[in-house]
């Protein structure tokens, strides 16, 4: 069974940065790409950004381009979203997701991805 868990969510000031992770188990962890969604109240869930397989490959929404950082460590079955320079319009509960296919690359649509953490609240005061 495809376990993720999000850590690190909290609150902090816009300009300041903040670290979340994701662990994995139930399976090879470093053989699935591994993405982070968020999604703020009354609207939908929205892709940030996403890493391959072996970590080499990142891709990130234009909202956050530039200021978050997705990286993985496969020994540790964890991916991490490093977030610089936080905005008020960041706050949102931030999901990590992945695949069941590991032939699926990096996907901005949430449909693609079957396995959810529970989300952690990141709230940005201004």
């Known amino acids: 069974q495809v376990q993720l868990v999000e850590f690190g969510g909290g609150l902090v000031q816009a300009g300041n940065s903040l670290t979340l992770s994701c662990v994995g188990s139930?399976?090879?962890?470093?053989?699935?790409?591994m993405t982070w969604f968020r999604q703020a109240p009354g609207k939908e869930c929205i892709f940030v950004g996403g890493?391959?397989?072996?970590?080499?490959?990142?891709q990130y929404a234009d909202s956050v381009k530039g200021r978050f950082t997705i990286s993985r460590d496969n020994a540790k079955n964890t991916v991490y979203l490093l977030m610089n320079n936080l905005k008020p319009e960041d706050t949102a509960v931030y999901y990590c997701a992945t695949p069941d296919s590991p032939y699926l690359g990096v996907t901005s649509y949430s449909a693609d991805y079957q396995y959810w953490g529970q989300g952690t609240q990141v709230t940005v005061s201004s």
């Open positions: 890493i391959s397989r072996s970590g080499i490959n990142t």
């Open positions: 139930g399976r090879t962890f470093s053989g699935y790409t």
